[in-house]
């Protein structure tokens, strides 16, 4: 795609697109620019005319030169939209005008502005968002810089040199000295700052007198080591390179081939069976990037998840690589981007969000388990990162690969449509390794024979089994807490949270916790509806299971790996780590332990309530199921040695849960299909929610039915189909009541369209400002 033709940001330069077909023409001959992003400065947007020999050479994302301030020499900007003389709201005479187009080649900053006004139209945002999103905005707080101080003087000197400042009365300085004097090999800033109580200026003033010199690091330079517990580029000497088999030659040689064609680069899903090896593909597949000069992006979806997989990508590509990680901060963030853009990194792995790095020529992204729900962000902008990775990939004529062992339906489709190519990986890598065998438990079974316990009696047997010949085994549940929930026996009611619609989940230390706003309370002593003393936990979380299991195997090791566990420092980290190091035995957790892991001794996995994401509500909730299950029993066996799985589940007879057992995705997306078509759900039409919120429960009920009136009128022109208004799935959280009201159409561009106008309606409304509309596309 030619970025200079400005055709091409036509549509989504918002005025210029809103489909006001029928009125005058308009002229845009004003434009709002940003100056200089550099900082946080990009929260001012400024006014600026088009002088009329540069009509034809501005587009959206373009690269200016502007008189800005007082100062005389020119100031970088980028034009962000087109406005017309009727949208001025300044004087028109006091408008400055553009005094050039930069020459600047197309720069990271200039493709992540476009994809930013692509996502402004995309998902409806305010351009101040979707710059904030795209763009690494250094953080107000400065990065924190490590400090050691050294003596300068010689040692001979220092008896004269405190005489003197004694003299001066420099007591602070001597105190310095004679500690330097005393640790040769320096002394740390923040030793020096609380424990000889001397502050910065002073420092610096006797550096400038040459009594002392400074060292200054800055943290991020031991990220990785705080982080991941190795280096940056630092090998862990496991440099084991294996030869790729036939499938995986085969994958990488056609997208070789069409990376070096080069015109354009198409939209693959890797879609490979787990232990397939489709690690081993991306580093093939970059390495062929690297050679011609152009960067990478691996997106992943779960912060547990990065330390094996950086672990491989650091073995072969050493120092290479930028690192991003959810936990860190915003300054840490903005010094792995810096290292993009200062081109001393050409491949950055991590959530989402590493798909703004500011690199230059990007030549591939992936996106490692692709189906996973951590690739949609919560906050506004609503976007997936998925689409805005095809979006990216189109600006940098980039190819992208999804990736995963159960693709998601929506991706599926588009193969089969011949919209993405596929690349497929049917075998385990690992030589004679073949698929685990499935065992499927039927708890209703197990109760009637008198088992009460969570654990089967097979699994228990099996568990022991393995136990016995040292290997690992991983236990799944979807739960995290002790309890299930708290209700009470003689009136049945359970204990909910004060501020959400939902029952709140018993913790070890005896508190209940909400799970949607941290809200805890001790248990009471009595059901505070009815008043009675019998009230009890329902339900059993992973706390508890963890409980559960060391008692039935004490011989075991038991590690848990959920929320609770990974919000620690470093928790989740050191909890791969160890278990991988096979110093645990027993490794317990939620869906957190069933992404990607390669845990090689494992070769047990139990499930121990299948069914319980089938009752979650949503269309997809299959799907989860079905996603969750396979990837659960992918981690056993990834070895090569004879390994089994065992799922307990209330309904063996679930296409979901049996599709899952036999590993077969082109079953279940059939049956899943069938499913969404007769019920109308994406990715057979596209739906929008529009979700109200307030904390004032009769402005969410009037102007959500104010809302659905509005869109049922509108609705009618094009054919769209609207349901609601309806309470969200849990009506009340933090607080705030929610309702939600639907339009579905086959149409995407339509409802977006749709959205406009509607935006227009719900502005007029009184409660307007007192009801936050959160609009979601499907
Ligand atoms: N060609 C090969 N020969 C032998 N072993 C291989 C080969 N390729 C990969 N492996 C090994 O197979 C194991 C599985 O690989 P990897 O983790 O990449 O699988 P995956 O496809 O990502 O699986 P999942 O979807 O479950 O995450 C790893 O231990 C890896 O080292
Ligand atoms: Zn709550």
Request: a positive charge; charged letters at 25%; hydrophobic letters at 40%.
């Amino acid at each position: 795609m030619d970025l200079n033709n400005e055709d091409n940001y036509k549509i989504y330069t918002g005025c210029l697109g809103t489909g006001e077909t029928d009125a005058e023409p308009v002229e845009y001959k004003y434009v709002q620019l940003v100056v200089d992003i550099t900082s946080h400065a990009i929260d001012k947007v400024f006014t600026y005319a088009i002088p009329d020999e540069l009509i034809d050479k501005i587009y959206v994302g373009c690269p200016v030169k502007v008189v800005f301030g007082g100062m005389k020499s020119l100031r970088s900007a980028y034009v962000i939209d087109f406005i017309s003389e009727a949208e001025l709201d300044i004087d028109k005479n006091r408008i400055k005008y553009i005094d050039s187009v930069a020459a600047d080649e197309l720069s990271a900053r200039t493709k992540l502005i476009s994809l930013a006004c692509w996502m402004k139209e995309h998902y409806g945002t305010t351009m101040y968002k979707a710059l904030m999103t795209v763009l690494p905005v250094k953080n107000k707080i400065k990065a924190k810089t490590f400090r050691k101080v050294f003596l300068k003087i010689d040692k001979d000197n220092i008896k004269d040199c405190v005489k003197e400042l004694e003299s001066k009365k420099k007591t602070a300085w001597i105190r310095l000295i004679k500690a330097l004097a005393e640790n040769e090999n320096g002394l740390e800033g923040g030793f020096i700052r609380n424990h000889l109580k001397i502050n910065l200026y002073t420092l610096i003033r006797m550096e400038v007198e040459g009594l002392i010199y400074i060292l200054e690091e800055e943290r991020s330079l031991s990220l990785n080591k705080t982080l991941y517990g190795f280096e940056e580029g630092e090998s862990d000497g496991s440099k084991i390179i294996h030869e790729l088999n036939i499938q995986q030659k085969a994958a990488v040689e056609v997208f070789n081939n069409d990376f070096i064609k080069n015109d354009f680069l198409p939209e693959y899903l890797l879609y490979g069976i787990t232990g397939s090896g489709k690690t081993e593909v991306y580093i093939e597949m970059i390495k062929t990037v690297l050679s011609k000069k152009r960067q990478a992006i691996v997106l992943i979806p779960e912060i547990s998840l990065t330390y094996q997989t950086v672990r491989r990508f650091v073995n072969v590509f050493g120092k290479r690589i930028a690192i991003m990680n959810s936990s860190m901060s915003a300054s840490q963030r903005y010094g792995q981007f810096m290292l993009a853009e200062k081109k001393q990194a050409d491949i950055i792995i991590g959530p989402r969000s590493a798909l703004f790095a500011p690199f230059d020529n990007i030549g591939l992204i992936i996106i490692d388990e692709e189906h996973d729900c951590a690739y949609k962000n919560e906050t506004v902008p609503r976007y997936d990162a998925r689409e805005v990775a095809a979006k990216l990939a189109k600006i940098h004529n980039a190819a992208l690969v999804l990736a995963s062992a159960t693709p998601s339906v929506e991706t599926y489709k588009k193969v089969l449509e011949n919209k993405i190519k596929c690349l497929k990986l049917t075998q385990k890598a690992v030589p004679g390794a073949s698929l685990s065998k499935t065992h499927i438990v039927d708890l209703r079974e197990e109760l009637k024979a008198g088992n009460k316990s969570i654990f089967s009696k097979k699994l228990k047997y099996m568990i022991e089994e393995k136990l016995s010949m040292d290997e690992q085994v991983m236990l799944f549940m979807n739960r995290r807490g002790y309890s299930n929930f708290v209700s009470c026996r003689s009136c049945g009611e359970a204990i909910k949270c004060k501020h959400c619609d939902v029952s709140l989940t018993l913790h070890k230390d005896g508190r209940l916790r909400c799970h949607y706003c941290g809200y805890s309370l001790a248990v009471p002593d009595k059901c505070p509806a009815c008043g009675s003393g019998y009230i009890a936990g329902f339900g059993i979380g992973t706390q508890q299971l963890e409980t559960i299991t060391k008692k039935m195997f004490p011989q075991a090791c038991v590690l848990r790996l959920d929320t609770d566990t990974a919000s620690k420092k470093h928790g989740a980290v050191s909890i791969i780590k160890d278990f991988s190091e096979h110093k645990a035995d027993i490794l317990i957790g939620t869906q957190m332990i069933v992404k990607g892991h390669d845990f090689s001794n494992v070769s047990l996995v139990g499930i121990m309530a299948a069914d319980t994401s089938l009752y979650v509500g949503g269309y997809n909730s299959a799907e989860k199921t079905f996603q969750l299950l396979t990837q659960a029993a992918g981690r056993a066996g990834r070895a090569g040695q004879a390994a089994d799985v065992v799922i307990q589940t209330y309904r063996p007879e679930h296409y979901a849960v049996m599709c899952a057992a036999e590993q077969d995705f082109e079953r279940f997306y059939k049956e899943e299909t069938a499913f969404r078509k007769i019920t109308a759900y994406p990715p057979m039409i596209h739906i929008l929610s529009i979700q109200f919120s307030s904390r004032n429960e009769k402005y969410v009920d009037e102007f959500s039915k104010y809302y659905a009136e509005c869109a049922k009128k509108e609705a009618l022109k094009y054919g769209a189909y609207i349901i609601g208004p309806a309470p969200a799935r849990i009506y009340k959280v933090h607080d705030f009541y929610r309702k939600l009201v639907y339009i579905k159409h086959i149409d995407y561009d339509i409802l977006l369209r749709l959205k406009q106008q509607l935006q227009v309606y719900a502005d007029k409304h009184t409660y307007a400002v007192n009801v936050g509309i959160l609009y979601d596309f499907e």
